[in-house]
C-alpha cells in the first residue's frame, strides 16, 4: 500500500520501470513468505494438537515488521480451526478482526456470517452480512451471505438481486450464479433458471450437481428429450448412483418408452433394492403386463419393508389369486387376517375364496368376522364428519422419497439432492385403468374387484 501510495504521488514524474521491478519482486516474495509460514504453521507442536504453531509464525512476522503477513496467518488460523469443525475457536479468533483494517473486517465479517449460518443462527448471519457487505461493497461472496439470509427470511425476490449483484460484481462467482438459479426455480422462473445452469456449466463442466439442476429443470419444462440427454450425461458420471437411475426411468415412463423405463428402473433396484417407489412401479409394470409371478416378489419385498402395511400383502395374495393358485392365496389371506383381524378387504376375500373352494364352515365364521368388522368400521361414520382419508384402511402411502420442501440454504436443499428417485406420478393410475376388473395396484384402496368370481 506505501509503495502504491509512492507510485500515485510520483506519477507526474513518469514510467519508473526500476521501482516497478522493485515493487514485483517485494510482491513476489511475500507471497513465497506466506506459503512458506502457511507450511510451517500446522507442523510445529503438531503432538499436542494444538494450533499453537500458527501463534508462533504470527509472533515472528509482527517481530520482523510485516503485520499484513501476520493478519493472513491469523485468517488461516481461523480457516484451520473451521476444517477442524472447532466453531467456537474460529469464531474467536475471527472477531478479532473487528478491531482492524477495513479490508481485514470484511473478509473475517463474510467468514463470520457464514459460519453462522451453517450453525442455524440467522441473526447473527445476517448481522455480518450486512457489515462484510457495508465495509466492501464489491464483496461477491459477503453478497452471497446476503442472499443466502434473505432466501431463508422468504424474501425470494430480494435473494435474487443480492445474486445478480454478486455476479454482477464477479461474473464467475460459481456461488452466486448457483444460488441465482436455485432461487429462479423457486420462483417458478425455469427459463431463468436454466440460463443459470447453463452459463455455470460453461464454468464447471465436470459438476454433476450442475449437470443435475439442467436435466431436472427440462423434466420440469417438460422437454423429456433434453432432460433425457442431461440425466444420461449425469448417469456417465455416476454410474451406479440409484437416484438417477430411477430419474431417468421416470423420464422415460413419462416419454412412454417402456422398454428403457424398465431397464433404468430395474438397474435403480439392482443397486439399491429397498426404495419403495421403484419396487412400486416395477410391480404395477408386471401387473400390467400380465406377468403376475414377475410381480409377486417386488410386492413381498414391500411388504417385508412396510410390515405394517397391509396392502402389500393383500397385492401377493391377489397375484396368487390371478395365477390360479387358490390354495397359496388362501393360506396368504389367513395370514393376512392373523395379523390384521379387523381388515374388511381381507375378510372379504376369505369369504369369497372359501366359498369357491367350498368350505362352508370357514365361510360361516368369515362372514361373522366380516359384519362385525364392518359394523365397527361404521361406527365412527355415523359420530363424526369423515376424516378426509379417501383410501381408507390399507390406502397405499409412498415412503421413502423426499417430497418438495423449502430448503435449508439456496446451495443446499434435499429436493435438488440428485440422489434422490423420483416417483412417475400417475403410473399406477394408468396400471388400474388398463381394464375394468384389474386391481388398483399401487394408488387406491384394493376393493370388491379383487375378489374372486362367485
Known amino acids: 500500500e506505501d509503495d502504491q501510495a509512492a507510485a500515485e504521488a510520483e506519477g507526474d514524474l513518469g514510467y519508473d520501470g526500476l521501482r516497478d521491478e522493485l515493487r514485483k519482486r517485494k510482491n513476489e516474495a511475500l507471497k513465497l513468505i506466506l506459503v512458506a509460514a502457511k507450511l510451517i504453521a500446522p507442523a510445529i507442536d503438531r503432538a499436542s494438537g494444538k494450533l499453537s504453531g500458527y501463534d508462533w509464525v504470527v509472533e515472528q512476522l509482527n517481530a520482523g515488521n510485516q503485520p499484513a503477513l501476520a493478519n493472513e496467518m491469523e485468517m488461516a488460523k481461523a480457516i484451520m480451526y473451521l476444517s477442524l469443525k472447532e466453531f467456537d475457536q474460529a469464531i474467536e479468533v475471527l472477531k478479532d478482526f473487528e478491531r482492524k483494517e477495513q479490508h481485514l473486517k470484511a473478509r473475517a465479517a463474510t467468514n463470520l456470517s457464514f459460519l453462522y449460518f451453517l450453525e442455524g443462527d440467522l441473526n447473527n448471519a445476517e448481522k455480518y452480512a450486512e457489515m462484510a457487505v457495508h465495509n466492501d461493497r464489491y464483496n461477491a461472496r459477503a453478497l452471497v451471505n446476503r442472499a443466502n439470509c434473505l432466501y431463508e427470511r422468504g424474501d425470494l425476490e430480494g435473494a435474487k438481486m443480492a445474486c445478480l449483484e454478486a455476479v454482477g460484481v464477479e461474473a464467475d462467482c460459481v456461488e452466486a450464479i448457483y444460488n441465482l438459479g436455485l432461487v429462479n426455480k423457486r420462483l417458478g ?266
Open 189 to 454: 422462473q425455469l427459463e431463468d433458471a436454466l440460463v443459470a445452469f447453463k452459463k455455470l456449466n460453461t464454468i464447471l463442466p465436470e459438476s454433476v450437481e450442475v449437470i443435475y439442476q439442467i436435466g431436472n429443470v427440462f423434466d420440469h419444462l417438460g422437454n423429456y428429450k433434453q432432460a433425457i440427454k442431461w440425466f444420461e450425461l449425469l448417469h456417465s458420471r455416476v454410474m451406479h448412483d440409484p437416484g438417477v437411475l430411477a430419474r431417468l426411468g421416470a423420464i422415460h415412463s413419462k416419454f412412454e418408452d417402456e422398454a428403457k423405463a424398465l431397464h433404468y428402473y430395474s438397474e435403480s433396484h439392482r443397486v439399491y433394492p429397498v426404495n419403495m417407489d421403484v419396487i412400486s412401479w416395477l410391480g404395477a409394470f408386471n401387473v400390467k403386463s400380465e406377468t403376475y409371478e414377475k410381480a409377486m416378489p417386488y410386492f413381498d419385498l414391500a411388504s417385508k419393508i412396510q410390515p405394517y402395511e397391509v396392502k402389500w400383502q393383500l397385492m401377493v395374495a391377489s397375484c396368487y389369486r390371478r395365477i390360479g393358485a387358490y390354495p397359496l392365496a388362501l393360506n396368504k389371506y389367513k395370514e393376512i387376517h392373523r395379523g390384521h383381524p379387523e381388515n374388511v378387504e381381507c375378510l372379504r376375500y376369505l369369504v369369497h375364496i372359501c366359498t369357491d373352494l367350498g368350505r362352508k364352515e370357514e365361510v360361516h365364521d368369515y362372514v361373522v368376522k366380516l359384519r362385525k368388522a364392518e359394523r365397527t368400521l361404521q361406527e365412527p361414520a355415523t359420530t363424526r364428519a369423515p376424516s378426509g382419508n379417501l383410501g381408507g384402511p390399507g390406502h397405499f402411502k409412498p415412503q421413502g422419497i423426499p417430497q418438495s420442501t423449502p430448503q435449508s440454504s439456496p446451495r443446499e436443499q434435499p429436493e435438488e439432492n440428485f440422489h434422490a428417485p423420483q416417483r412417475p406420478q400417475g403410473r399406477a393410475v394408468q396400471v388400474a385403468d388398463k381394464k375394468g376388473d384389474d386391481d388398483e395396484w399401487g394408488n387406491e384402496m384394493l376393493g370388491d374387484d379383487l375378489l374372486p368370481g362367485m
